[in-house]
């Protein structure tokens, strides 16, 4: 049955022909959404294992998320921030008990609170901490990735994300991820640190996960030397890796929080960076903004989407349903020949694939999961990243694990 009036080849066509090719889609053309399955436009029904880079952790098209997103924009839908709001503060009152900080700020997407976070760092090293004008540092992890702005890739490593795009933003060092010693040397050479930015785990470089203790350790030397501990949860955060925060493995709360994607649960953008008052406080009328961030919309939607967290346990589901798919997919590494190994926490992991033979191969792996009816997506040439949405059942999941096995059966 055809949903639109087009071929999936025309509409591929018309992407390829009106659209800047900065993205390299898989050929799948999607039209519908329930749950943790997408329809393409043919009818093709598959298991969403991207989830929208875990933006859909709640599963696609969450009817009490959709109802919020609809009742708000029947009522108001924007104003900016030159008035009140009768959503906002409800919602920032929701947000910081949820996270358990003092105050908020709200953006749309992900990058826009990193960006965020990155000024208030700075501001707070000039205003708190003491460091001459022009002179505060941020210090960052290799492998990183915190979003697309000129400023956020002035410190990435990947030179596809970078390449022609100087002159950089200065004010940045990169550290080695999962190495406190590294980062208490910079710490100690450097006077001017005004914070630490850090994924607790690296979702787009692979899913690297760090060693138990890592985020306490890096945590503890941030403190002993007066510099904000940020942790970037916009792809970690909110349930996806089997704590509701990823921070939380290691008890860890930090400083200055950022989160985006799954806060809105797919339907809206979302973001926002939290931090407690003595920090947030530097913030003052006119120093940084968003004509969308804190929308009327925006609030009822976030507070819907992490309700459902809480309601259908996402979190603790999400944990238990992780242990159970890398057992299996470790019987399914141990006897393939491509399949290397699988890691992750939780619900974000990612399977290794054995390129040496054939460079191709995670790309062509998911092609055929596709034609399985498995939509994921390699990264870094050979990992594909398993994330489907939270509310994914065992049964669903087992099922999957079955799709995976068969599809690299094919290729052995
Ligand atoms: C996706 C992502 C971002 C950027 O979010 P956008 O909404 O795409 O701007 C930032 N940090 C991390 C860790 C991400 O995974």
């Given at each position: 049955m055809k949903n639109t009036n087009y071929t999936a080849i025309e509409l591929m066509n018309m992407e390829n022909e009106y659209g800047a090719h900065n993205y390299h889609p898989l050929p799948v053309v999607l039209d519908r959404g329930e749950g943790v399955f997408v329809w393409d436009v043919n009818g093709k029904k598959y298991y969403d294992f991207l989830a929208a880079y875990s933006a859909v952790n709640q599963g696609h098209c969450h009817p009490k998320i959709v109802d919020a997103l609809i009742e708000q924009s029947k009522r108001l839908a924007l104003t900016s921030r030159a008035f009140f709001n009768s959503k906002l503060g409800p919602y920032e009152k929701f947000i910081t008990e949820y996270f358990g900080f003092d105050m908020m700020l709200p953006m749309n997407t992900g990058a826009e609170a990193v960006e965020t976070a990155l000024k208030l760092a700075r501001k707070w090293a000039y205003e708190k901490k003491g460091v001459e004008k022009d002179q505060a540092h941020i210090l960052v992890c290799n492998d990183n990735f915190h979003g697309r702005t000129t400023t956020i890739v002035s410190?990435?490593?990947?030179p596809v994300a970078t390449e022609h795009y100087g002159p950089f933003t200065p004010g940045f060092t990169v550290v080695p991820y999962n190495d406190v010693e590294a980062l208490e040397k910079e710490l100690t050479a450097n006077p001017n640190i005004a914070g630490f930015l850090v994924e607790p785990i690296q979702g787009e470089a692979g899913v690297n996960v760090p060693d138990d203790g890592y985020l306490k350790a890096a945590y503890e030397v941030c403190k002993k030397h007066h510099v904000l501990f940020i942790a970037d949860e916009v792809q970690t955060g909110i349930a996806r890796t089997g704590k509701l925060l990823a921070c939380q493995y290691d008890d860890v709360q930090p400083d200055v929080l950022i989160l985006g994607k799954a806060l809105s649960g797919g339907a809206y953008p979302v973001s926002a960076v939290l931090a407690n008052k003595d920090i947030m406080e530097v913030f003052q009328p006119g120093q940084h903004g968003s004509t969308y961030g804190g929308n009327p919309v925006a609030a009822e939607v976030a507070i819907a989407a992490l309700q459902v967290v809480e309601e259908e346990k996402l979190a603790e589901k999400s944990y238990e349903l992780g242990l159970y798919f890398r057992e299996e997919m470790e019987k399914i590494c141990e006897r393939s020949p491509i399949a290397e190994k699988v890691r992750g926490k939780g619900l974000m992991n990612a399977l290794i694939i054995d390129n040496s033979d054939h460079k191709n191969l995670a790309w062509d792996v998911c092609v055929k999961l596709g034609e399985n009816g498995l939509l994921a997506k390699p990264t870094h040439t050979n990992i594909i990243r398993f994330a489907p949405p939270l509310v994914i059942t065992k049964e669903q999941l087992g099922d999957c694990i079955k799709i995976i096995e068969k599809t690299l059966r094919s290729f052995e």
């Open positions: 410190f990435s490593v990947d």
